[in-house]
């Protein structure tokens, strides 16, 4: 039910990443606070670390593969995902088990991809696919779920 104070945050990032693949500080900042508070008032302090822990684990496991990926195909990694997106994924870490953090991200990256993927592979679109944008609508998603489910 806390998790919904993050809404606000969560729509303001979403609007500037979809406007101009910019996060601005004093939402992400919002995002983050509002995350921690919701993780530890709706599941616990002890659960809240030991899903930040284990899913950081994780995300450092995924950003050493596609550091790796771009490396070998001659890239920056930073030409791909910016820092406000690896922020952003990295303050949702408490609010999710490690199994359901999984899913979530493996969901939301194909939802991202078919709802911005096909104007950019066409060209009639954005020259790159909102993160943030992706990722946030499907967590607004999941935190109205669960606060209706809980309610009822």
């Known amino acids: 039910m806390w998790s919904l104070l993050s809404l606000p945050a969560i729509a303001a990032m979403v609007i500037s990443d979809c406007r101009s693949r ?53 890239r920056q990694l930073s030409d791909a995902i910016g820092a406000g997106d690896m922020v952003f994924i990295a303050a949702m870490t408490p609010y999710f088990t490690m199994q359901d953090f999984l899913v979530f991200l493996v969901a939301a990256a194909i939802l991202s991809l078919a709802v911005w993927g096909i104007p950019y592979m066409t060209k009639r679109g954005q020259d ?8 946030g609508i499907c967590l607004s ?5 669960r606060s209706i489910t809980e309610i009822i």
Do not use: E
């Not at 998603?141 to 779920?145: A, N, P, S």
């Open 22 to 74: 910019t996060v601005g500080i004093f939402p992400l900042m919002a995002f983050c606070i509002t995350m921690a508070i919701a993780s530890v008032m709706d599941i616990g302090l002890r659960p809240g670390i030991s899903n930040l822990v284990s899913n950081l684990v994780v995300c450092l496991m995924l950003w050493s593969s596609l550091h790796l990926y771009f490396k070998l195909t001659g």
């Open 128 to 135: 790159s696919i909102p993160l943030v944008s992706g990722l």
């Open 141 to 145: 998603v999941i935190i109205l779920y």
